[in-house]
Protein backbone atom coordinates (compact mmCIF):
# COMPACT_ATOMS: atom_id res chain seq x y z
CA UNK A 1 0.00 0.00 0.00
CA UNK A 2 0.90 3.56 -0.70
CA UNK A 3 2.11 6.15 1.37
CA UNK A 4 1.16 9.90 0.77
CA UNK A 5 1.63 13.43 2.28
CA UNK A 6 -0.56 16.27 1.13
CA UNK A 7 2.10 19.37 0.45
CA UNK A 8 1.57 23.24 -0.04
CA UNK A 9 1.08 24.05 -3.70
CA UNK A 10 2.92 27.26 -2.55
CA UNK A 11 6.29 26.47 -0.68
CA UNK A 12 5.88 22.09 -0.84
CA UNK A 13 5.68 22.32 3.18
CA UNK A 14 2.98 19.71 4.88
CA UNK A 15 -0.48 20.37 5.20
CA UNK A 16 -2.48 19.53 8.08
CA UNK A 17 -5.92 20.10 9.08
CA UNK A 18 -6.43 23.23 11.44
CA UNK A 19 -9.94 22.16 13.79
CA UNK A 20 -10.04 25.60 14.99
CA UNK A 21 -10.14 26.91 11.11
CA UNK A 22 -11.57 23.69 9.65
CA UNK A 23 -9.05 24.72 6.90
CA UNK A 24 -6.22 23.05 5.88
CA UNK A 25 -2.41 25.24 6.94
CA UNK A 26 1.40 25.31 6.18
CA UNK A 27 3.14 25.77 9.38
CA UNK A 28 5.81 27.37 7.38
CA UNK A 29 4.23 29.89 4.65
CA UNK A 30 1.29 30.33 6.75
CA UNK A 31 -1.31 29.51 3.74
CA UNK A 32 -4.30 28.97 4.03
CA UNK A 33 -7.02 25.95 2.14
CA UNK A 34 -10.74 25.26 1.84
CA UNK A 35 -10.88 21.41 2.22
CA UNK A 36 -12.34 21.10 -1.15
CA UNK A 37 -9.10 23.01 -2.73
CA UNK A 38 -7.20 20.52 -1.06
CA UNK A 39 -9.49 17.77 -2.05
CA UNK A 40 -9.27 18.66 -5.73
CA UNK A 41 -5.42 19.25 -5.59
CA UNK A 42 -5.04 15.45 -4.24
CA UNK A 43 -7.92 13.67 -5.96
CA UNK A 44 -5.85 12.42 -8.92
CA UNK A 45 -3.08 11.43 -6.41
CA UNK A 46 -5.07 9.59 -4.13
CA UNK A 47 -6.74 7.54 -6.67
CA UNK A 48 -3.03 6.81 -8.23
CA UNK A 49 -1.47 6.06 -4.70
CA UNK A 50 -4.20 4.13 -3.30
CA UNK A 51 -2.83 1.29 -5.18
CA UNK A 52 0.55 -0.62 -5.26
CA UNK A 53 0.55 -3.98 -6.10
CA UNK A 54 3.87 -4.45 -4.85
CA UNK A 55 3.34 -2.62 -1.49
CA UNK A 56 -0.26 -5.15 -1.14
CA UNK A 57 1.47 -8.18 -2.08
CA UNK A 58 4.38 -7.70 0.25
CA UNK A 59 1.22 -6.79 3.24
CA UNK A 60 -0.50 -9.84 2.21
CA UNK A 61 2.72 -11.98 2.37
CA UNK A 62 3.89 -10.72 5.93
CA UNK A 63 0.32 -11.17 7.25
CA UNK A 64 0.24 -14.81 5.47
CA UNK A 65 3.74 -15.31 7.30
CA UNK A 66 2.56 -14.37 10.82
CA UNK A 67 -0.61 -16.60 10.75
CA UNK A 68 1.77 -19.48 10.10
CA UNK A 69 4.04 -18.11 13.14
CA UNK A 70 0.62 -18.25 15.38
CA UNK A 71 0.88 -14.78 15.49
CA UNK A 72 -1.95 -12.15 15.41
CA UNK A 73 -2.23 -11.03 12.25
CA UNK A 74 -3.70 -7.71 13.35
CA UNK A 75 -1.00 -7.23 15.90
CA UNK A 76 2.15 -7.96 13.08
CA UNK A 77 4.11 -5.01 12.16
CA UNK A 78 3.80 -3.68 8.97
CA UNK A 79 6.50 -1.69 7.19
CA UNK A 80 6.28 1.45 4.67
CA UNK A 81 8.25 4.46 3.09
CA UNK A 82 7.67 8.12 4.09
CA UNK A 83 6.93 10.08 0.78
CA UNK A 84 9.07 12.99 2.38
CA UNK A 85 12.25 11.60 3.84
CA UNK A 86 12.31 8.23 2.66
CA UNK A 87 12.24 6.59 6.46
CA UNK A 88 10.75 3.24 7.23
CA UNK A 89 7.24 3.77 9.04
CA UNK A 90 6.35 0.89 11.24
CA UNK A 91 2.41 0.31 11.79
CA UNK A 92 -0.35 -2.25 12.92
CA UNK A 93 -2.48 -3.66 10.45
CA UNK A 94 -5.16 -1.25 11.66
CA UNK A 95 -3.33 2.14 11.44
CA UNK A 96 -4.68 4.66 8.42
CA UNK A 97 -2.80 7.82 9.19
CA UNK A 98 0.36 8.40 11.32
CA UNK A 99 3.11 10.94 11.66
CA UNK A 100 7.04 9.85 10.79
CA UNK A 101 9.24 9.43 13.75
CA UNK A 102 11.91 11.07 12.01
CA UNK A 103 10.70 14.17 10.25
CA UNK A 104 7.18 14.34 11.98
CA UNK A 105 5.62 15.06 8.81
CA UNK A 106 2.07 13.33 8.54
CA UNK A 107 1.61 10.36 6.36
CA UNK A 108 -1.30 8.68 5.01
CA UNK A 109 -1.79 5.07 4.21
CA UNK A 110 -4.18 5.79 1.36
CA UNK A 111 -4.96 1.85 0.61
CA UNK A 112 -5.81 1.29 4.20
CA UNK A 113 -8.91 3.21 3.51
CA UNK A 114 -9.78 2.36 0.12
CA UNK A 115 -12.53 0.17 -2.30
CA UNK A 116 -14.64 -1.61 0.70
CA UNK A 117 -12.65 0.10 3.99
CA UNK A 118 -13.15 3.40 2.26
CA UNK A 119 -15.54 5.05 5.41
CA UNK A 120 -18.40 6.80 4.19
CA UNK A 121 -18.57 10.00 6.53
CA UNK A 122 -16.21 11.91 8.70
CA UNK A 123 -16.34 14.23 11.57
CA UNK A 124 -13.40 16.72 11.10
CA UNK A 125 -11.55 17.56 14.52
CA UNK A 126 -13.11 21.03 15.82
CA UNK A 127 -11.17 21.06 19.24
CA UNK A 128 -7.77 21.73 18.78
CA UNK A 129 -4.78 20.35 20.37
CA UNK A 130 -4.76 23.43 22.19
CA UNK A 131 -8.35 23.31 23.71
CA UNK A 132 -8.11 19.66 24.22
CA UNK A 133 -5.30 20.80 26.66
CA UNK A 134 -7.47 22.78 28.46
CA UNK A 135 -10.29 20.13 28.90
CA UNK A 136 -7.80 18.23 30.21
CA UNK A 137 -6.69 20.55 32.52
CA UNK A 138 -9.90 21.55 34.06
CA UNK A 139 -10.62 17.78 34.27
CA UNK A 140 -7.23 17.67 36.86
CA UNK A 141 -7.97 21.07 38.35
CA UNK A 142 -10.03 19.80 41.35
CA UNK A 143 -8.58 16.86 41.85
CA UNK A 144 -6.21 16.80 44.72
CA UNK A 145 -4.60 13.70 44.74
CA UNK A 146 -3.50 13.05 41.37
CA UNK A 147 0.61 12.23 40.81
CA UNK A 148 2.86 15.02 40.59
CA UNK A 149 3.25 15.60 36.94
CA UNK A 150 0.39 14.22 35.67
CA UNK A 151 -1.24 17.68 34.38
CA UNK A 152 2.31 19.00 33.14
CA UNK A 153 3.50 20.03 29.79
CA UNK A 154 5.23 16.91 28.80
CA UNK A 155 1.75 14.94 29.29
CA UNK A 156 -0.09 17.74 27.09
CA UNK A 157 2.82 16.76 24.22
CA UNK A 158 1.51 13.27 24.70
CA UNK A 159 -1.94 14.49 23.68
CA UNK A 160 -3.03 12.81 19.97
CA UNK A 161 -5.56 12.80 17.86
CA UNK A 162 -7.05 9.80 16.54
CA UNK A 163 -9.78 8.53 14.28
CA UNK A 164 -11.49 5.71 15.24
CA UNK A 165 -13.64 3.98 13.27
CA UNK A 166 -17.63 3.29 13.86
CA UNK A 167 -20.65 1.82 12.53
CA UNK A 168 -23.71 3.73 12.13
CA UNK A 169 -27.17 2.19 11.79
CA UNK A 170 -30.62 4.13 10.66
CA UNK A 171 -33.82 1.96 10.88
CA UNK A 172 -37.37 2.23 9.76
CA UNK A 173 -39.17 0.04 11.73
CA UNK A 174 -43.49 -1.27 12.11
CA UNK A 175 -43.96 -1.72 15.64
CA UNK A 176 -46.81 -3.01 17.65
CA UNK A 177 -47.11 -3.08 21.57
CA UNK A 178 -49.39 -4.15 24.12
CA UNK A 179 -49.27 -3.47 28.22
CA UNK A 180 -50.47 -3.46 31.33
CA UNK A 181 -50.84 0.09 32.67
CA UNK A 182 -51.47 0.79 36.10
CA UNK A 183 -52.82 3.89 37.91
CA UNK A 184 -52.20 3.75 41.90
CA UNK A 185 -53.81 5.86 44.61
CA UNK A 186 -52.98 5.68 48.01
CA UNK A 187 -54.99 8.13 50.76
CA UNK A 188 -55.16 7.66 54.69
CA UNK A 189 -58.20 7.64 56.41
CA UNK A 190 -58.08 8.26 60.43
CA UNK A 191 -55.23 4.99 61.11
CA UNK A 192 -55.81 3.04 57.54
CA UNK A 193 -54.30 3.56 54.98
CA UNK A 194 -55.63 2.82 51.76
CA UNK A 195 -54.66 1.64 47.99
CA UNK A 196 -56.56 2.29 44.82
CA UNK A 197 -55.29 0.66 41.73
CA UNK A 198 -56.45 0.96 38.55
CA UNK A 199 -55.77 -1.74 35.68
CA UNK A 200 -55.90 -0.75 32.04
CA UNK A 201 -55.36 -2.61 28.24
CA UNK A 202 -52.69 -0.79 26.67
CA UNK A 203 -52.39 -0.51 22.95
CA UNK A 204 -49.69 1.46 20.93
CA UNK A 205 -48.43 0.91 16.93
CA UNK A 206 -46.98 2.99 14.49
CA UNK A 207 -44.08 3.72 12.33
CA UNK A 208 -40.74 4.10 14.29
CA UNK A 209 -37.69 5.59 12.83
CA UNK A 210 -34.46 4.96 14.80
CA UNK A 211 -31.44 7.70 13.49
CA UNK A 212 -27.00 7.14 14.61
CA UNK A 213 -27.28 4.16 16.80
CA UNK A 214 -23.74 3.41 16.88
CA UNK A 215 -20.85 0.53 17.59
CA UNK A 216 -17.28 0.77 17.33
CA UNK A 217 -15.83 -0.92 14.43
CA UNK A 218 -12.31 -2.01 16.04
CA UNK A 219 -11.67 -4.62 18.19
CA UNK A 220 -10.07 -3.13 21.36
CA UNK A 221 -9.62 -3.69 25.30
CA UNK A 222 -10.68 0.37 25.23
CA UNK A 223 -14.67 0.27 24.45
CA UNK A 224 -16.09 1.74 27.76
CA UNK A 225 -14.05 4.75 27.09
CA UNK A 226 -14.42 5.21 22.79
CA UNK A 227 -18.77 4.67 23.64
CA UNK A 228 -18.51 6.78 26.31
CA UNK A 229 -17.08 9.89 24.83
CA UNK A 230 -20.46 10.04 22.53
CA UNK A 231 -22.49 11.78 21.40
CA UNK A 232 -21.40 13.33 18.21
CA UNK A 233 -23.23 15.68 16.17
CA UNK A 234 -23.60 13.56 12.96
CA UNK A 235 -25.00 16.38 11.06
CA UNK A 236 -21.60 17.84 11.06
CA UNK A 237 -20.24 14.35 9.00
CA UNK A 238 -18.87 15.05 5.90
CA UNK A 239 -18.24 12.90 2.88
CA UNK A 240 -14.93 11.12 3.93
CA UNK A 241 -11.63 12.33 1.92
CA UNK A 242 -8.36 11.35 2.78
CA UNK A 243 -7.25 14.42 3.20
CA UNK A 244 -8.77 15.29 6.23
CA UNK A 245 -6.51 12.71 7.77
CA UNK A 246 -3.49 14.76 7.54
CA UNK A 247 -1.62 15.61 11.05
CA UNK A 248 -3.82 13.02 12.58
CA UNK A 249 -3.44 9.90 13.49
CA UNK A 250 -6.50 7.19 12.12
CA UNK A 251 -7.41 3.84 12.48
CA UNK A 252 -9.61 1.09 9.90
CA UNK A 253 -12.04 -1.46 10.92
CA UNK A 254 -11.00 -4.79 11.52
CA UNK A 255 -15.07 -5.33 12.99
CA UNK A 256 -17.42 -6.20 9.68
CA UNK A 257 -20.91 -4.91 10.10
CA UNK A 258 -22.44 -8.57 10.70
CA UNK A 259 -20.11 -8.28 13.91
CA UNK A 260 -21.31 -5.61 15.00
CA UNK A 261 -25.09 -5.97 13.47
CA UNK A 262 -26.35 -8.69 16.49
CA UNK A 263 -25.45 -5.26 19.24
CA UNK A 264 -26.88 -2.73 17.10
CA UNK A 265 -30.43 -4.88 16.29
CA UNK A 266 -30.54 -5.56 20.20
CA UNK A 267 -29.99 -1.24 20.97
CA UNK A 268 -32.94 -0.98 18.01
CA UNK A 269 -35.42 -3.11 19.26
CA UNK A 270 -35.30 -1.83 22.97
CA UNK A 271 -35.10 2.16 21.77
CA UNK A 272 -38.64 0.91 19.56
CA UNK A 273 -39.92 -0.87 22.51
CA UNK A 274 -39.42 2.35 24.43
CA UNK A 275 -40.81 5.09 21.80
CA UNK A 276 -44.01 3.38 22.29
CA UNK A 277 -43.93 2.73 25.61
CA UNK A 278 -43.02 6.80 25.98
CA UNK A 279 -46.70 7.62 24.13
CA UNK A 280 -48.43 6.06 26.91
CA UNK A 281 -48.16 8.52 29.37
CA UNK A 282 -50.19 8.96 32.85
CA UNK A 283 -49.15 5.56 34.14
CA UNK A 284 -47.52 4.77 37.10
CA UNK A 285 -46.56 1.37 36.23
CA UNK A 286 -46.71 0.17 32.44
CA UNK A 287 -45.49 -3.07 32.46
CA UNK A 288 -44.93 -4.72 28.27
CA UNK A 289 -47.55 -7.88 27.74
CA UNK A 290 -45.50 -8.39 23.92
CA UNK A 291 -43.87 -6.62 21.79
CA UNK A 292 -43.80 -7.14 17.73
CA UNK A 293 -41.73 -5.15 15.29
CA UNK A 294 -41.16 -5.94 11.50
CA UNK A 295 -37.56 -3.48 10.16
CA UNK A 296 -38.91 -2.13 6.88
CA UNK A 297 -35.77 0.11 5.70
CA UNK A 298 -32.16 -0.32 7.13
CA UNK A 299 -29.13 1.63 6.36
CA UNK A 300 -26.02 1.14 7.81
CA UNK A 301 -22.69 3.49 7.59
CA UNK A 302 -19.09 3.34 8.42
CA UNK A 303 -17.73 6.41 9.83
CA UNK A 304 -14.26 7.95 11.41
CA UNK A 305 -14.94 10.00 14.42
CA UNK A 306 -12.53 12.33 16.25
CA UNK A 307 -10.95 11.57 19.56
CA UNK A 308 -7.55 13.22 21.54
CA UNK A 309 -6.44 10.24 23.26
CA UNK A 310 -3.41 10.67 26.11
CA UNK A 311 -2.13 7.28 28.35
CA UNK A 312 -0.33 7.91 31.69
CA UNK A 313 1.87 5.33 33.27
CA UNK A 314 1.33 5.11 36.57
CA UNK A 315 3.09 1.62 38.42
CA UNK A 316 3.27 -0.06 35.86
CA UNK A 317 -0.47 0.58 34.48
CA UNK A 318 -1.19 2.33 31.63
CA UNK A 319 -3.94 4.72 32.30
CA UNK A 320 -5.84 5.73 28.73
CA UNK A 321 -8.10 9.58 28.60
CA UNK A 322 -9.80 10.37 26.11
CA UNK A 323 -11.92 13.90 24.45
CA UNK A 324 -14.22 14.06 22.12
CA UNK A 325 -13.13 15.95 19.06
CA UNK A 326 -15.59 17.73 18.60
CA UNK A 327 -17.70 18.47 21.24
CA UNK A 328 -14.80 17.99 24.34
CA UNK A 329 -16.54 15.85 26.22
CA UNK A 330 -13.75 14.08 28.51
CA UNK A 331 -13.81 10.62 30.26
CA UNK A 332 -11.10 8.64 32.19
CA UNK A 333 -10.08 7.28 35.02
CA UNK A 334 -7.54 9.69 36.83
CA UNK A 335 -4.76 8.32 38.86
CA UNK A 336 -4.48 8.81 42.46
CA UNK A 337 -1.47 9.07 44.56
CA UNK A 338 -1.25 7.26 47.33
CA UNK A 339 1.49 8.84 49.27
CA UNK A 340 -0.73 11.77 48.48
CA UNK A 341 -3.74 10.23 49.83
CA UNK A 342 -1.96 8.73 52.90
CA UNK A 343 -0.78 11.90 54.03
CA UNK A 344 -4.31 13.64 53.76
CA UNK A 345 -5.01 10.86 55.96
CA UNK A 346 -2.62 11.25 58.03
CA UNK A 347 -3.89 15.00 58.60
CA UNK A 348 -7.26 14.19 58.81
CA UNK A 349 -6.86 12.35 61.56
CA UNK A 350 -5.07 14.31 63.44
CA UNK A 351 -7.37 17.14 63.01
CA UNK A 352 -10.16 14.72 64.21
CA UNK A 353 -7.85 13.92 67.33
CA UNK A 354 -7.37 17.55 67.80
CA UNK A 355 -10.83 18.61 68.03
CA UNK A 356 -11.74 15.45 70.06
CA UNK A 357 -9.44 16.73 72.56
CA UNK A 358 -10.14 20.26 72.40
CA UNK A 359 -13.91 19.45 72.78
CA UNK A 360 -13.57 17.00 75.93
CA UNK A 361 -11.70 19.67 77.70
CA UNK A 362 -14.83 22.05 77.40
CA UNK A 363 -16.00 19.20 80.06
CA UNK A 364 -13.92 19.25 82.59
Known amino acids: MATMNYKCPNCDGPLKFNPDKQKFTCEYCLSEFAPEAVQEMNAKKEQRESYDEREVKRAEREKQQAKEKGEEADDYPVYYTCPSCGAEVVTTATTAATTCFYCYNPVVLGGRLSDEFKPDRVIPFELSKEKAQERFLAMCGKKWFLPKGFAGKEQFEKLNGVYFPYWFADEQKAAHLTATGKKIRTWRSGNKEYTETRI?????????????????????????????????????????????????????????????????????????????????????????????????????????????????????????????????????????????????????????????????????
Open 200 to 364: FHVVRGGNVIINNVFERALKSESRDMLQSVHPYDMKAAKPFAMSYLSGFQAEKRDLEKKDVEPVIEQKMHEYAEQVLKNTAEGYDVLETESFNERTDLSAYTYNLLPVWMVTYKYKDEIIPFAINGQTGKAYGQLPVAAGKLALASVIIALLVFVLGTLGGMLFL
